[in-house]
């Protein structure tokens, strides 16, 4: 599907497995990382059938570098409508704690600023 046939009011999600496999769906801006995982476990590619999961609640989603927590939404992103957006999606249990790599970084470096050098854009 390409951005053309997105309609409007939905955002199409490319999502990428670590395998590199993708598969395209479409959301609306009010729908959250868990409803996604939830609508992708209960309709998982036929594509996905050697990676498929025991269970929704632990697939997460990345977006930008971060894991998305379940209950932050497409809008509150900031997802265009009508577009399509690339997430990563992977099979975890567990969480990272939150600002754990930037807490890390700033105790090695010695500065609180947001960015350092290691940043990396995926």
């Known amino acids: 599907m390409s951005s ?9 999600l490319r999502l990428i497995l670590v ?3 993708t598969k395209e769906f479409l959301f609306s801006p009010s729908e959250s990382a868990g409803d996604i995982a939830q609508y992708v476990f209960d309709n998982w590619p036929h594509e996905w059938a050697d990676e498929g999961v025991s269970k929704a609640e632990i697939l997460r989603l990345i977006y930008q570098g971060r894991f998305l927590h379940g209950n932050v939404t497409l809008g509150a992103l900031g ?4 577009k399509t957006c690339v997430m990563h999606l992977v099979p975890r249990e567990n969480l990272p704690e939150p600002n754990s790599q930037d807490q890390r970084q700033k105790s090695k470096s010695g500065t609180t ?9 995926l």
């Open 4 to 12: 053309k046939n997105v309609p409007a009011d939905q955002i199409n």
């Open 19 to 21: 395998s590199g496999k």
């Open 79 to 82: 997802l265009p409508t009508g």
């Open 113 to 121: 600023s947001c960015c350092s050098a290691s940043c990396s854009i």
